[in-house]
């Protein structure tokens, strides 16, 4: 494969670093896509990897890429949608965009990175967006058009945007209301995900089959929140809140500056993000959280003390 290209979109995202790392010693060029190159600036230093810019809104500036490329690997998706950044324009319309032009283009492979639970008859608008997007690519499977769809629970690693955010928000939250707290979690370590798609880019293993993703165990969204507590070593108060109270409390944040917990989040949540079938990593949250949690935030430090706590 030393002879081919890569084109890898959401090139920001701590999945898509990891996967950089992980594929680059099997392909002559990746060509890394990105809304923000700043955050790429890292992986430039990789000697076969191209960062560039693209504009979801503009093909001209990732279809030449596409067209050069012997596989396409997608890792672009968001949680929480913004009038700019709808989950039909981000998880769907584009997904569509770009999947057709790589068929239409002689791409070889094409990767997708989705999400367990992908559905479009889901309970939430981010879960149905997901389950088209899957839809659509998986109807364009063939011999000479291979897709895989990769479906994880929450992702876990040193950047990820679970156990660091909820971190943050346990440091300064004395007394902390959890929503759905008996929702189930499968985390899978970022690094046993992408080496299942070292896999599916170097063989034809998973060709044109739909995986779902999980770790090694599974847990209570509270289990989570007492183990981040744990790991920290800091006391709070947790108090679990029943449908009712956790709808309530989306409601309310749903017009809240920041994207805290929505409405379409609580949604999701009412399914559990868990799988018996599928792709098992090995490495558990107790072996990797803990080293990337004890890592000390001056900011939060700083602000912790000045505010006595």
Do not use: W
């Amino acid at each position: 494969m030393n002879d081919q290209i890569l084109t890898i979109f959401g090139g920001s995202g701590f999945i898509a670093s990891e996967l950089v790392y992980k594929l680059s010693p099997h392909f002559k060029e990746i060509h890394l896509l990105s809304r923000n190159t700043q955050k790429c600036n890292h992986l430039k230093v990789v000697k076969n990897v191209e960062v560039y810019l693209y504009d979801p809104l503009i093909p001209p500036s990732y279809t030449n890429h596409i067209k050069t490329s012997d596989v396409v690997l997608n890792t672009v998706g968001i949680l929480n949608e913004s009038k700019k950044n709808t989950f039909n324009s981000v998880h769907v319309e584009f997904i569509k965009n770009i999947v057709n032009k790589s068929k239409e283009l002689n791409v070889k492979k094409f990767i997708h990175l989705s999400a367990l639970n992908a559905d479009e008859n889901g309970p939430s608008k981010y879960l149905q967006s997901k389950g088209k997007a899957d839809k659509a690519i998986s109807s364009l499977s063939s011999d000479k058009f291979q897709t895989v769809i990769f479906r994880p629970s929450i992702v876990f690693g040193e950047k990820d945007s679970f156990f660091n955010r909820f971190k943050q928000l346990l440091y300064f939250i004395p007394i902390f209301p959890l929503a759905c707290p008996n929702s189930m979690f499968s985390p899978v370590y970022v690094k046993d995900l992408t080496s299942f798609i070292e896999i599916s880019v170097t063989t034809d293993k998973f060709d044109n089959t739909i995986q779902n993703v999980t770790g090694p165990g599974d847990y209570k969204f509270i289990e989570l929140i007492y183990f981040i507590l744990q790991t920290m070593k800091i006391k709070r108060i947790i108090i679990p809140l029943n449908h009712t109270l956790s709808k309530l409390q989306a409601f309310v944040f749903n017009y809240l500056p920041g994207n805290i917990f929505t409405l379409d989040n609580f949604k999701s949540l009412q399914k559990d993000n868990i799988s018996s079938v599928g792709l098992k990593g090995q490495s558990s949250i107790e072996e990797f959280v803990p080293s990337y949690l004890h890592k000390k935030n001056n900011k939060l430090d700083i602000y912790r003390k000045n505010s006595g706590r």
